[in-house]
């Protein structure tokens, strides 16, 4: 049995084109999408001179007034 043009008409072709095309878009952005979700779950970088800051006022050695004026130094509020 003969197809027409060949049995692949033009139709065809670009139905294959699409399915491809969609596939591979949905590929990208699962991985797209995973990496994002990976990245949420890092803690924020926690500010380490007022960590210290904050650790040196706990153990006694900055009074209050001394650790108000560093930490306002430092852009905290």
């Known amino acids: 049995m003969m ?5 692949w008409g033009a139709g065809q072709w670009i139905w294959m084109f699409l399915m491809m095309f969609g596939f591979w878009a949905v590929v990208v952005a699962a991985v797209v999408f995973g990496f994002r979700a990976l990245r949420r779950d890092v803690p ?14 706990a153990r ?18």
Do not use: K
């Open 3 to 7: 197809w027409w043009n060949g049995g």
């Open 60 to 77: 006694g050695e900055l009074d209050e007034e001394e650790y108000r004026r560093r930490r306002d130094v430092l852009g905290a509020s």
């Open 44 to 57: 924020p970088p926690v500010d380490r001179a007022r960590a210290i800051l904050d650790e040196r006022f």
